[in-house]
């Protein structure tokens, strides 16, 4: 299975890391460097051990944190409504559609969300 984000979840790279823009919900979530990280990994093809590999490489983080990292990075995504696991091929299609940059920071992995309006806590 291929992990995707869903076709109204859109992505914006930051100084910080990654924010996903939910179009559907008016919300968004911020992904820190090491969360950003392993999210492109799996919306360019990888598995999660793929991700958790990448991030023992670039991080000092040994591989089983990294397993479990990756893990609540994609459990917190499916929760959020963010994700989908897709058993289609993908290649025709990409499975994340970038919007302009933003200044926006949260830490991982927990995702923190903000609706339209209304102050995070």
Known sequence: MTFK????????ETDYGIAL????????WTLNP????ALRKLLDGGTEADAARTLTEEYSVDLDTAHRDVRELVGGLHAAGLAEESTGNTASAPSVRQVR?????????HLRGRQQGKKSR
């Open 5 to 12: 984000l869903r076709e109204s979840v859109f992505t914006a």
């Open 21 to 28: 823009l939910d179009e559907d919900h008016d919300q968004y």
């Open 101 to 109: 940059r933003g200044r926006v920071h949260a830490r991982w992995p």
């Open 34 to 37: 090491s969360a950003a990280l």
